[in-house]
Structure formats: structure tokens, C-alpha cells
């Protein structure tokens, strides 16, 4: 039995390209909705998994942005976040988007650090009541492998020029002053975060540490500290974006087959390589 899997699993290895250009094939030539003419005046945007590039995103609010038909768009997010820039993208394009046509924020299972940085911008921000909403917080971390490496007899050589050009090393433990350097880089970007959430949500920077300090919130939580407008589900929040886009009849855009296939091939390994992409970067 166990040769028969592994004659199998050998065989959609060796084949896994040839199957994926016929599925993608197949995909292109059945047609979608028969030539229909897109009346669509709602678009649904979602940010999902950890926040590694914010391209997709962008040309997705982009393109909801230049579309006149276009009324409202509802921005789905089930991110606990990811890296800063793309974060700070997302948010800044949000804020832009909303200057035009009304957006409605709704975190899912997980609407936090970049995750919520990305939406603080938005008309309204809705929360599912079991998500978890907040962290506003910045972390930046690395191993220490030196005791490995003296136990299986390696060492590491290293020329630089600068200070802080070793920052972060994997090879020995960090030195305070790269610490305290280390340090002032993330408080720069807490303070941004800060920064941008306090403005964004109109709260108070005085009682910063009600709402941030990387706080996790339950949803009623959220919204006693003024992270989130609303609590609600998914069909709550698309009636809701409904009612402030001012639509009478909801036409919701739909993605064609295959930005549909590769949203779902993305979404699931997304997960899956992040953790070996970050390194040492901070992230929210």
C-alpha cells in the first residue's frame, strides 16, 4: 500500500506543472457568466493571512477606486499581520479609497497589528463578535545559535565597516548597543502606529495605553476603547456597506475563475513561508 502512495505522490510530482497549465487552461476557456456586462456597484477586498506584500491589494483598491460604478467596497480582513511597509501601504491607500466612495472594514477570526493597521483609515470598521482586534504593537526578534555552533565546532568569521552593520546577528548574542540601536527602531515605528491610530480613530493619545501597548481585544473590548465602530457578522457587514453606499439593489463584483484559483493558492501558502521570509525585519 505504502509503495502504491508513493508511486503516486511521485507521479503528481512529476506531473504537477503539466496538471496545473491544464486546470489553468480549462479555467480560461469555460466561460465565467456568458459575456455578461458587469453592472456590479459593491466590491468585496479581502487581506488574508500574514501581510508579506501589499502589490495584489493595491491594484485591487486601485481598480475599486477608478470604477464608477463602483458605490461601496467592504474590506474583509482575517490578518494577526505582517510586515510594516506593506501594512502602512494598505492603510494610506485605504485612506485615499475612502476619500471617494465609503469603505467598511470587517475583521474576521483575527483583525490585528498590521491587520488593523491596514483598515484604521477606513468610513467604519466592523467586528465579528468572536475576532480578536488590536496589538498595536511592534516586535523584532532573531535566534541566537552560537551555543550550537560551538557544540558542533563552527565559527564564524566577519569583516564590516560601521557600528551596526552586525545588527541582529544570528552568529553571537547582541551587544547592548545594538540593543538600544535595535531598540530605537522599533519605538520609531510604534510611535507611527500610535500616531497613525490615534488620528485615523479620533481617540485620545493620553489614554494610549487603553488602546494600544499591543493590547488584544475581544470585539465588545475593541469597541469600549474605540478601535472598532460596530460589532457584527459578515452578512451584518454587507448590509451595512450597503446602507452608507446608499444602493438599492446590492450587484457584488465577482472575481473571474482564475484570480479566484490563485487568491485560494496564495491564501493557503501564504501561511506556510512566512515565517521564513520576515528574518529580522520588525514586524506589526
Not at 467592504?74 to 466612495?101: C, E, R
Not at 476603547?225 to 457578522?233: A, C, P, R, S
Not at 472575481?255 to 479566484?260: C, E, N
Amino acid at each position: 500500500m505504502f509503495k502504491k502512495i508513493s508511486d503516486a505522490l511521485k507521479w503528481i510530482g512529476s506531473h504537477f506543472l503539466g496538471l496545473l497549465f491544464v486546470l489553468i487552461v480549462l479555467m480560461i476557456i469555460i466561460p465565467d457568466n456568458d459575456g455578461a456586462i458587469d453592472n456590479s456597484n459593491l466590491q468585496e477586498i479581502e487581506l488574508k493571512g500574514p501581510i508579506i506584500s501589499s502589490d495584489e491589494i493595491l491594484k485591487e483598491i486601485e481598480e475599486a477606486k477608478n470604477n464608477e460604478k463602483i458605490k461601496g467596497v467592504l474590506f474583509s480582513v482575517n490578518s494577526p499581520g505582517g510586515a510594516v511597509a506593506p501594512s502602512i501601504d494598505i492603510s494610506y491607500a485605504i485612506k485615499d479609497l475612502a476619500l471617494s466612495k465609503p469603505v467598511l472594514a470587517y475583521g474576521g477570526d483575527v483583525m490585528a497589528s498590521g491587520g488593523y493597521y491596514s483598515v484604521i483609515y477606513a468610513t467604519k470598521i466592523m467586528a465579528n463578535p468572536g475576532s480578536l482586534v488590536g496589538s498595536i504593537g511592534v516586535i523584532m526578534e532573531g535566534a541566537n545559535v552560537e551555543p550550537l555552533m560551538k557544540k558542533i565546532g563552527i565559527e564564524t568569521q566577519t569583516i564590516k565597516q560601521g557600528t551596526y552593520k552586525e545588527v541582529g546577528t544570528m552568529s553571537r548574542e547582541w551587544t547592548a548597543d545594538e540593543r538600544k540601536e535595535l531598540q530605537t527602531l522599533t519605538k520609531d515605528t510604534y510611535d507611527l502606529f500610535v500616531k497613525d491610530v490615534t488620528t485615523a480613530r479620533k481617540l485620545n493619545i493620553a489614554n494610549m495605553k487603553n488602546y494600544a501597548d499591543a493590547h488584544v481585544y475581544s470585539a465588545a473590548r475593541a469597541k469600549s476603547v474605540g478601535l472598532v465602530d460596530m460589532i457584527g457578522t459578515k452578512m451584518q457587514a454587507k448590509k451595512e456597506i450597503e446602507k452608507i453606499a446608499n444602493v438599492k439593489e446590492a450587484k457584488w463584483k465577482e472575481k473571474d475563475k482564475v484570480d479566484r484559483f490563485f487568491d485560494k493558492l496564495s491564501s493557503e501558502t501564504a501561511s506556510k513561508i512566512s515565517s521564513y521570509l520576515f528574518g529580522l525585519k520588525a514586524a506589526l
